[in-house]
């Protein structure tokens, strides 16, 4: 195939794009869950025939940059045009059990030339408590349940049996069984679209533009990273726990530049633990990934000739490279935002002007669910402060990007009330650039329930840079007494639960430092 002039690749990028987007727009308002429909915590993208993928929809990094495995895992199972395949498990393509991803054969012609990917948060798979994301699981079965690369769907028809095991699982079948066929009806669009974009272009210019889109972004990369100075920074930051201790767990990094390449290397990281911390490797990949962005330049696609340049080494059986069967969900969600700030922090060395101070680091996962109903929410806090301007508040910071529950929302759907909900006004950190502003949240159950945190950042604020200081570290509340970061609890009718979220670092010193 030939290469693609300029303005043809230009106009081919944006509509390949384009149809990530679109999966994306039609998954959000096909779901039933406020999960999905509110708070959009899920991820699109398109994938070509090799597994590599081609556009991706600017939606949750921590689902992004750890598809690529779950395509792969689906490769190996003789897809067909017409099928549907789920996947979760997190030890053969998944990130932690809500996530489900699908992924679709995208054929043409009869040939499958590409696939399509959903990747949506579940509110609720199963497992020993509702909302299926407890701070006290020791082993992955205790989480929900594994779903390893089946079909759902075998030429166009839903496997029935397939379909009813999973739902027979869950506490919420109606809403699953809702986002299972959004995902689906998201998929299917995909197939349309490129389809329709090969009648237009024709298949041989098209099929051209998914090698061309990749090879342009690794080129642009390359160039990003040749422009760093060559050498070697490490560095070192901890969780907070893992749930059955309190006691800090290492994270260590060590970053070489090379020419137009990078190694990130984790050696010296904790041991995996006990508790839920635990990242497989396609999560440690995803935070690797999205460190790496932050220095690129924003006109640079997000696809497999990004990542090209990047190489990752994560000794089996740490932290950041855990092994069947240990327990996994909050390592999706909070050792990922840790490994991300720990790969900035050697990243700063090399581009200072280019890496934020410390945003909150923390997703403060917050579960609360009994028989029927389950509700799950990230909830924003401040972002650091840079060299630009300060850190925006109350905003998803890091691996997250979704956005709140409305309160409106909230009430209609789950026998709860918000109490309160604002900002923490002054809870950035000092500097010549103000961290952004964590948030107070705090809902009254009327019911029973059972409550889940999964937090950090309660203990060791968000640093600063360049002379900036810390953010205000987040608070976990029941009733006005103070909660562990991970931590699960059973609820009484008329408890209040308040979650503090924590501020940004600022940036460089501030006028007052500098005159003292």
């Known amino acids: 195939m030939s290469r693609l002039d300029p303005v043809t690749l230009s106009v081919l990028a944006s509509a390949l794009a384009g149809v990530a987007e679109e999966m994306g727009a039609v998954l959000i308002r096909g779901s039933y869950s406020s999960n999905i429909k509110e708070r959009r915590d899920c991820s699109t993208a398109l994938f070509d025939a090799k597994g590599r993928m081609v556009a991706q929809a600017e939606h949750i990094p921590v689902h992004l940059g750890a598809m690529p495995e779950a395509v792969a895992a689906i490769m190996d199972r003789d897809a067909a045009p017409g099928d549907v395949f789920a996947i979760n498990d997190p030890y053969s393509g998944g990130t932690h059990l809500p996530d489900i991803t699908l992924v679709s054969p995208v054929a043409y012609g009869g040939e499958v030339i590409g696939y399509a990917v959903t990747r949506a948060h579940h509110s609720d798979v199963g497992g020993m408590r509702p909302g299926s994301m407890p701070s006290d699981s020791r082993e992955i079965y205790q989480e929900g349940i594994i779903i390893p690369p089946v079909r759902l769907v075998r030429d166009g028809e839903y496997v029935a049996d397939v379909m009813d095991l999973l739902l027979a699982n869950v506490r919420t079948p109606d809403l699953r069984r809702g986002d299972l066929r959004a995902q689906i009806a998201a998929n299917n669009i995909a197939e349309e679209r490129v389809g329709e974009l090969i009648e237009r272009r024709g298949r041989e210019t098209v099929l051209a533009a998914f090698d061309e889109v990749i090879s342009y972004a690794e080129k642009r990369t390359r160039e990003a990273i040749r422009d760093l ?17 309190d006691e800090d767990i290492p994270i260590k990094v060590t970053v070489t530049v090379d020419g137009d390449s990078m190694r990130i290397d984790f050696t010296g990281t904790a041991e995996q633990v006990r508790g839920n911390i635990n990242c497989p490797l396609p999560v440690t990949r995803s935070a690797s ?13 997000a696809n497999a000739g990004t990542y090209a340049p990047l190489t990752i080494e994560a000794p089996a059986g740490t932290l950041v490279n855990a092994t069947y069967p240990s327990a996994v969900v909050a390592g999706n969600v909070e050792t990922s935002n840790r490994i991300a700030d720990t790969v900035l922090a050697a990243l700063a060395s090399f581009a200072p002007e280019s890496v934020p101070a410390q945003g909150q680091g923390t997703m403060n996962n ?23 301007g300060p850190g925006p508040s109350g905003v998803h910071v890091g691996m997250s990007n979704t956005l709140n529950t409305p309160t409106e929302a909230f009430e209609m759907e789950y026998p709860m009330r918000v109490e309160r909900y604002e900002l923490i006004y002054g809870s950035g950190g000092e500097g010549a650039q103000r961290g952004g502003d964590g948030i107070v949240r705090s809902v009254k159950v009327l019911e029973g329930a059972s409550l889940s945190l999964l937090t950090d950042r309660r203990r060791h604020g968000p640093r600063g840079a360049e002379g900036g200081e810390p953010g205000r570290v987040g608070r976990n509340l029941l009733n006005g007494e103070e909660l562990p970061p991970k931590v699960s609890r059973d ?26």
Do not use: N
């Open 229 to 245: 100075p060559d050498g070697e920074h490490s560095a070192e930051d901890c969780m907070e726990g893992d749930g059955t201790t």
């Open 289 to 301: 990934y999205f460190a790496l962005r932050v220095l690129l330049p924003k006109d640079i696609l």
């Open 366 to 388: 917050t579960v609360i669910g009994s028989r029927g109903w389950t509700y799950y929410e990230t909830i924003g806090g401040g972002q650091g402060a840079s060299y630009s």
């Open 491 to 516: 609820l009484d009718e008329g408890d209040v639960v308040t979650v503090e979220t924590p501020g940004g670092g600022g940036y460089g010193e501030s006028a007052h430092d500098q005159s003292s």
